[in-house]
T-cell receptor
Framework: AQSVTQLGSHVSVSEGALVLLRCNYSSSVPPYLFWYVQYPNQGLQLLLKYTSAATLVKGINGFEAEFKKSETSFHLTKPSAHMSDAAEYFCAVTPTGGGNKLTFGTGTQLKVEL | DAGVTQSPTHLIKTRGQQVTLRCSPISGHKSVSWYQQVLGQGPQFIFQYYEKEERGRGNFPDRFSARQFPNYSSELNVNALLLGDSALYLC????????????FGPGTRLTVL
């Protein structure tokens, strides 16, 4: 079964600092990988996705992620944090064939401090 | 264009009651999936429907059921509510059941007392 593990349930950065949120996946074949953001009392918004094309994926709001098969990782980064980035971030995986059922990680709460 | 809509926004029920949650997908989308998000956890897959047929079911008891209508909207039903059913219920739509991009609604917050 496919799964993702997010390291660090809470991450705190200063405004303007690098954001790094970690995600490792477990799958017998390279899956499709996603990062979603959830603001308080809202649904999920797709930040970016990896679907076996370019390994460096650029998303919305200045976020990007790199698929590294050798490390089974798909970490999310942003060069300079903004206060508006404070939210919960979820890494997710779907199989490359069949339905598009998403399996989510446990989430990382990002706090941005002045 | 309207995104995925869900109703109601909030709901309070007591143990043993039954609840129906509703979802309208983005216009043109034929697949609807339901997820349960318990506080402090990631969403868990419950069901996927495509063209009115069930295409996937997660590890949830038979108290959970769903259906999809000809206009592609969907309902999630939960019978004999338990305290542990308290959660945010999210609906997601996609063009096809294999589409790699899903769009989520704002969710329905269910509280069971």
């Amino acid at each position: 079964a496919q799964s993702v593990t997010q390291l660090g349930s809470h991450v705190s950065v200063s405004e303007g600092a690098l954001v790094l949120l970690r995600c490792n996946y477990s799958s017998s074949v390279p899956p499709y990988l996603f990062w979603y953001v959830q603001y308080p009392n809202q649904g999920l918004q797709l930040l970016l996705k990896y679907t076996s094309a370019a390994t460096l994926v650029k998303g919305i709001n200045g976020f990007e992620a790199e698929f590294k098969k050798s490390e089974t990782s798909f970490h999310l980064t942003k060069p300079s944090a903004h206060m508006s980035d404070a939210a919960e971030y979820f890494c997710a995986v779907t199989p490359t064939g069949g339905g598009n059922k998403l399996t989510f990680g446990t989430g990382t709460q990002l706090k941005v401090e002045l | 264009d309207a995104g995925v809509t869900q109703s109601p926004t909030h709901l309070i029920k007591t143990r043993g009651q039954q609840v129906t949650l509703r979802c309208s997908p983005i216009s043109g989308h034929k697949s609807v999936s339901w997820y349960q998000q318990v506080l402090g956890q990631g969403p868990q897959f419950i069901f996927q429907y495509y063209e009115k047929e069930e295409r996937g079911r997660g590890n949830f008891p038979d108290r959970f059921s769903a259906r999809q209508f000809p206009n592609y909207s969907s309902e999630l039903n939960v019978n004999a509510l338990l305290l542990g059913d308290s959660a945010l219920y999210l609906c997601a739509s996609s063009l096809y059941w294999t589409s790699n991009e899903q769009f989520f609604g704002p969710g329905t917050r269910l509280t069971v007392l």
